[in-house]
């Protein structure tokens, strides 16, 4: 299909753009951004007046729970979630069951990807042999089936060793260890953040130390590797303290940040809310003040959903019992709006170079810019539509999140992926 993006505010920093342009896309391919366009004959139009048109967005953190857990996601569910979402591109943990430790898994899921025609899906694969972290896969093959990163998300690498062989081994076939910091012995049994809330609602602690003892060990790791670092959904001001630390070092590492661990305290989990239930916990208020403050700077490089759907029998369990995680994706994108861009805290640069540039370069994946040549993946914002959040809405199966009911701006109008239009005003469009 060919198109004519008309009159839409591109934003693009890979061209260091932002003003009113059309962008033409041809044969899959963007062949064109520029002022007053001509569209040939055989030329859709997409009326962008108002809008911003952006590179595609790219979520560098999702669970898709396919293989082994498809009643909370499915590739499928997951991708169309995606998709509506305003993502182009999205990159997948690998704790499924069984996990993505092992070549001809990382070909069934992209394969599977593939024929969908959603967003593209890029696979991390698990650092340690079924994600157990004693024994590092078989990363030079997981990476040649085209992994692009390695990760045992959702847990940590306990051991030193271990991990400083994984780096090695990063450095080797130049993909980044993905890393969950967590040290497990601090927040075994742990349910939100370890402080004066844990206590009054009498619900064990997690202290912000566990996390910041393992983000210190993978940046000395990295320093003594090479290897490139990048760490997960940080969520405590001692964990930037130390990022800050480390880039003056000149370790070679990168950062995420969740839109919840951004905008959401640990008070959020009052009333024993589930919905708040989320690993690393929400923290207090200094932290997410921290966690701007490093956003605001370009500290932190990505935002990510860590979309983690669960069914709702297991988000409706009592508090103890119900699982970590809550469904992101389809909340990033006006979540960012309406609190980081319309807010002043960052430039709508700034915003796209956090949800595709960067996740692209961190990753090596193609997207992440506008120029002639690139696929034509695009995601289109309409800054000025506003509505509450409506999990019932979600293509996701995950039905959870504490942003229920809640009014944003800014959501996605169209998600396009090398050229086809995949969602347009929230729908998602069969091909
Ligand atoms: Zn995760």
């Not at 996390?211 to 001692?238: F, N, Y």
């Amino acid at each position: 299909m060919n198109w004519l993006i008309k009159g839409g505010r591109v934003v693009d920093p890979a061209q260091g753009l932002d003003d009113v342009r059309d962008v033409l896309v041809r044969d899959g391919r963007i062949i064109k951004v520029g002022p007053n366009l001509k569209a040939a004959p055989d030329c859709k139009e997409l009326e962008a007046t108002g809008k911003v048109v952006a590179p595609g967005f790219i979520d560098m953190h999702v669970h898709l729970r396919e293989p082994g857990q498809e009643d909370k996601e499915t590739i499928e569910s997951g991708l169309r979630a995606a998709a509506r979402g305003g993502f182009t591109a999205v990159c997948c943990m690998p704790n499924t069951d069984p996990p993505l430790d092992n070549p001809a898994l990382i070909a069934y899921v992209l394969q599977k990807s593939r024929e969908l025609n959603l967003s593209r899906l890029y696979p991390i694969a698990n650092i340690t042999k079924g994600g157990r972290g004693e024994e590092i896969s078989e990363m030079v093959e997981l990476a040649e089936a085209g992994a692009v990163a390695f990760s045992d998300d959702g847990r940590p690498v306990p051991n030193s060793r271990v991990m400083r062989q994984a780096m090695e081994y990063a450095r080797l076939v130049n993909r980044p260890i993905v890393s969950h910091c967590e040290d497990l012995e601090l927040t075994r049994g742990g349910q939100m953040n370890e402080g004066p809330y844990s206590y009054r609602w009498g619900l064990r602690g997690m202290p912000a130390a566990a996390e910041e003892i393992m983000v210190a060990r993978d940046l000395r790791l990295a320093a003594l590797t090479g290897g490139r670092l990048h760490l997960a959904h940080l969520s405590s001001r001692g964990s930037v303290e130390l990022l800050r630390l480390a880039r003056r070092e000149g370790i070679p590492v990168t950062a995420e940040v969740t839109p919840h661990h951004l905008l959401l305290t640990e008070e959020t989990v009052k009333g024993y809310d589930t919905s708040a239930k989320v690993n690393p916990p929400l923290r207090g208020a200094e932290d997410t003040r921290a966690l701007k403050q490093a956003l605001a700077e370009g500290l932190l490089d990505a935002i990510a959903s860590d979309h983690a759907p669960h069914t709702r029998e297991e988000k409706e369990a009592e508090f103890e019992a119900a699982p970590f995680g809550i469904s992101g994706l389809e909340t990033v994108v006006p979540l960012v709006v309406t609190f980081l861009i319309l807010p002043g805290i960052i430039s709508w640069t700034r915003a796209v170079s956090l949800l595709s540039r960067q996740p692209a370069a961190i990753l090596g994946l193609p997207g992440g810019s506008l120029t002639s040549g690139q696929a034509a993946d695009i995601t289109v914002i309409d800054p000025d539509l506003e509505m509450p959040v409506d999990p019932q809405q979600f293509q996701s199966r995950g039905k959870s999140t504490p942003f229920r009911g809640w009014r944003l701006r800014g959501w996605p109008l169209a998600t396009m992926v090398g050229g086809n239009l995949v969602m347009y005003r929230g729908r998602i469009l069969e091909p």
